[in-house]
């Protein structure tokens, strides 16, 4: 047992102190089919659930985002299901401490009828609802998005997914800003105390979107599973930032890749599922004043069947 601890600890610490990276993940890589482990399998009994996760995770300049989420999946009659994701935020780091609801999820996602019965397909069609404008503060002081509740945009997500066989899934995916209402009012250059509270420019931002790629290995029993792989985000552009003056700039290095390697045990039940998910970035692009910045995520999930 305390070699298992050990190597979640270093899974954990090693790349806070080498990487220093960020998950970039703007939410559809844990939704639909574009998810990993058991919950996103098309092999699993249609079966109604609610469950709820907990994240935690190193985010820029280590400050600590732990997030509960309330997750719902219901089926319908053709086997497609709806999934509603609500997370609540609590974020601490040398700013302070911000908490509340963030970004709300819900997506559909569905079986393509193919003659090949090895090969199972689904599509995930969804959108993230910012249920903010990203401009909280804490004493008057604007506070970056590292520390924001809300992206401040409401996005459209499409994916797809395929299980090739029993052992590996490929999911591709992209998620859109279609409307742009952040209001958050960070200046690195005016907002900060020292260098440890220098955090990216944001004001006004206007985020690009993302596209990614997930190829995971898997292995499943009777009651349990691992799955494990490699997540590639691609940022479809240069985020925009506005000046005092209010002209809008592109900000140099917030577009380009970011690649995370993702863990996953499961244990299942007739009538609950326990799943515990470990994930880190090895390459992130240079700039990300989106506040998606991860350098660890630990994420355990509790699933009941109804």
């Not at 809300?150 to 029993?166: E, F, H, K």
């Not at 952040?182 to 690195?188: A, E, K, L, Q, V």
């Not at 955090?199 to 997930?214: H, K, T």
């Not at 552009?237 to 592109?250: F, M, V, Y």
Request: with cysteine; proline share 4%; glycine share 8%.
């Amino acid at each position: 047992m305390t070699r298992y601890i050990s190597l979640i600890l270093i899974f954990i610490y090693f790349p806070v102190r080498v990487s220093a990276q960020g998950c970039a993940d703007a939410g559809f890589c844990s939704v639909g089919a574009m998810q990993t482990g058991a919950y996103q399998d098309a092999t699993q009994k249609e079966q109604n659930t609610v469950g709820i996760s907990t994240a935690v995770a190193s985010g820029e300049k280590l400050a600590w985002i732990i997030s509960p989420q309330l997750e719902i999946k219901i089926f319908t009659p053709d086997k497609s299901y709806f999934e509603v994701k609500l997370p609540y935020h609590i974020i601490s780091g040398n700013l302070g401490t911000n908490l509340g609801i963030g970004d709300l999820i819900t997506t559909y996602t569905a079986p393509l009828a193919i003659k090949n019965q090895k090969l199972k397909l689904q599509y995930t069609v969804g959108t993230r609802i910012g249920l903010g404008n990203a401009d909280d503060n804490i004493n008057g002081k604007p506070l970056p998005m590292a520390y924001q509740l809300s992206t401040g945009t409401t996005d459209l997500i499409l994916g797809m997914a395929a299980n090739l066989g029993r052992y590996l899934v490929i999911a591709a995916g992209i998620q859109q800003p279609l409307i742009q209402y952040n209001r958050n009012g960070y200046f690195t250059t005016e907002n900060r105390d020292s260098v440890k509270t220098a955090y990216y420019s944001s004001f006004n931002l206007r985020r690009r979107g993302d596209a990614l790629l997930r190829v995971d290995a898997r292995k499943d029993w009777k009651h349990t599973g691992i799955h494990g792989g490699a997540l590639l985000l691609y940022h479809l552009g240069e985020d925009r930032s506005r000046l005092k003056d209010g002209t809008l700039i592109a900000l140099p290095g917030s577009s380009g890749i970011t690649i995370n390697l993702n863990f996953t045990f499961y244990y299942s039940t007739a009538k609950w599922m326990l799943d515990f998910t470990l994930a880190a970035p090895v390459h992130a692009r240079e700039n990300r004043p989106d506040s998606l910045t991860r350098n660890a995520i630990v994420i355990p999930r509790l699933i009941f069947k109804l």
